[in-house]
């Protein structure tokens, strides 16, 4: 779950009165799920340890965790964040790259955010796990070139050209529950499902990262590791910034 304003909870936060969160962003809605895991995982911990540990971290060690859980990499979990008492949907809508973003708009969105387009690369092979709704591809399926075309007529079948937009399929079609590097080997060989996907490995300057993952999965995951605690350090609230929130989806 991408956190708009930083790695500080702000996307856990339910839409109130005074302010609209980022949950209702177009590149959330219908999309980003799971925020029950969160809250048992919450209630769990505020039970043994009352008003002490942030959501912030506890997405943060749920990310490492579950990551671990399906065959990938480990790193340590930097904690000590605390939550934001507000969120932005403006932010959400022009901080999270869209999945029609060319490969510029890709770098330049990262690099917004303090990463480099080598984080970027790595970071994208979370695409490893997770399913994508028919509307983030229909388009590629439809009009796009560079892509096998017996890839693109199988995903035809669950995406129609109209109709069925919240029809889901995997990102990585070969392992879609494996923490693997597989996705990489998807878009050497163009069957990234998403466009902003296979634009990583077409003809541009991120090739070779993609290649080298391609054929070294150890170097993927020891670079997945390293960017995932870069993105946990974009903008964390600490000390006396922010709350520790007793409920994730509002302030206290």
């Known amino acids: 779950m991408l956190n708009s304003q930083g790695c500080d909870g702000s996307v856990l936060l339910d839409d109130t009165s005074t302010f609209t969160g980022e949950k209702t962003a177009p590149p959330n809605i219908n999309s980003i799920r799971g925020f029950d895991v969160i809250d048992t995982i919450k209630s769990q911990v505020e039970a043994v340890c009352n ?33 934001s008492t507000t969120a932005s949907l403006s932010l ?25 387009t080598s984080d970027m690369v ?3 092979g ?9 509307t983030t591809f229909r388009t590629r399926i439809y009009n796009e070139t560079n892509i096998d075309s017996s890839f693109a007529t199988s995903l035809q079948s669950n995406c ?5 937009d919240n029809n889901l399929s995997p990102l990585d079609l070969s392992t879609p529950t494996t923490f693997d590097n597989f996705y990489y080997g998807n878009l050497v060989n163009k069957k ?17 990262q993609v290649s080298s993952y391609n054929t ?20 964390p609230l600490t000390g006396s910034s922010g ?3 007793i409920n994730c989806r509002k302030t206290n």
């Open 192 to 208: 990234g499902l998403l466009h902003s996907d296979q634009q990583l490995f077409n003809g541009g300057s991120t090739d070779s």
């Open 160 to 164: 129609p050209f109209s109709g069925g």
């Open 122 to 124: 790595a970071l994208s």
């Open 51 to 83: 008003q002490t540990v942030s959501c912030a971290d506890i997405l943060a060690v749920a990310a490492r965790d579950s990551v671990v859980a399906l065959g990938g990499p480990t790193w340590t979990v930097q904690l000590g964040r605390r939550d």
């Open 92 to 116: 959400a809508v022009s901080d999270i790259p869209p999945p029609t973003s060319d490969l510029s708009a890709l770098i330049s969105a990262f690099s917004k955010k303090g990463l480099s």
């Open 243 to 245: 709350e520790i929130r």
């Open 216 to 235: 070294n999965s150890a170097k993927f995951f020891s670079d997945f590791a390293s960017a995932m605690v870069n993105m946990g350090n974009i903008s």
């Open 126 to 134: 979370a695409h490893t796990i997770g399913q994508a709704r028919c």
